[in-house]
């Protein structure tokens, strides 16, 4: 198993430019989301997915879209990039409900200039 | 904002030594978890404590659970210098159809050979 899969690792952006980090996981969890993480802030939740064709909100959704059209898959879009989302992001997964251990991946270091 | 804060922001102590961080919270919970992240990578799940259990151990790990006063504490003993890493608690919670794990800003725990 690949356990959760990100990409890309790294990734430089221009102010505008529209990208969408891939999230995919193996294990067949129901559980998916996105976390970034900035300096000195932890992790912030993103948007999340209880299993396919379902997402919500996290604590800091603005200029980010996702979709999960798969159990296995979860992208994260950023439609307009700005420098305010220069960050670590992070996808994560897990079995429902919540007494399972919740896989990370290695995270995507974006830079948007 | 935030569910969990870690106290304290940075912890330096000597191989061998016990370290002690805490964790506290504003809501209701249904679990409590700790994560590791060593410098550079993703967060490895440690262990969950459930909102009814009061403490739980894993291997050199003590994690205690104090609903009245909606704080948690995780005691490493004797510790090596591969424990040095960020700690970070997590609360989740689940109603109805929502469902959110949320994190503190992390504890850096260095540990000096």
């Known amino acids: 198993n690949a356990g959760v899969t990100q990409t890309p690792k790294f990734q430089v952006l221009k102010t505008g430019q529209s990208m969408t980090l891939q999230c995919a996981q193996d294990?067949?969890?129901?559980?998916m989301s996105w976390y970034r993480q900035d300096p000195g802030m932890g992790l912030r939740l993103i948007h999340y997915s209880v299993g396919a064709g379902i997402t919500d909100q996290g604590e800091v959704p603005n200029g980010y879209n996702v979709s999960r059209s798969t159990t296995e898959d979860f992208p994260l879009r950023l439609l307009s990039a700005a420098p305010s989302q220069t960050s670590v992001y992070f996808c994560?997964?897990?079995?429902?409900?919540?007494?399972?251990?919740?896989?990370f991946g290695e995270g995507s270091w974006l830079t948007v200039v | 904002s935030q569910q969990g804060e870690e106290d304290p922001q940075a912890l330096s102590i000597q191989e061998g030594e016990n370290a002690t961080m805490n964790c506290s919270y504003k809501t209701s919970i249904n679990n409590l978890q700790w994560y590791r992240q060593n410098s550079g990578r993703g967060l490895v799940h440690l262990i969950l404590?459930?909102?009814?259990?009061r403490e739980k151990h894993s291997g050199r790990l003590r994690v205690t659970l104090d609903t009245s006063k909606k704080s948690s504490s995780l005691l490493i003993t004797a510790s090596r210098a591969a424990d040095t890493a960020s700690y970070f608690c997590a609360t989740f919670y689940s109603g109805g159809s929502n469902y959110k794990l949320t994190f503190g800003k992390g504890t850096l725990l260095t540990v000096n050979p």
């Open positions: 404590i459930r909102s009814n259990e």
């Open positions: 994560a997964s897990s079995y429902l409900p919540f007494g399972n251990t919740i896989y």
């Open positions: 294990m067949n969890h129901e559980y």
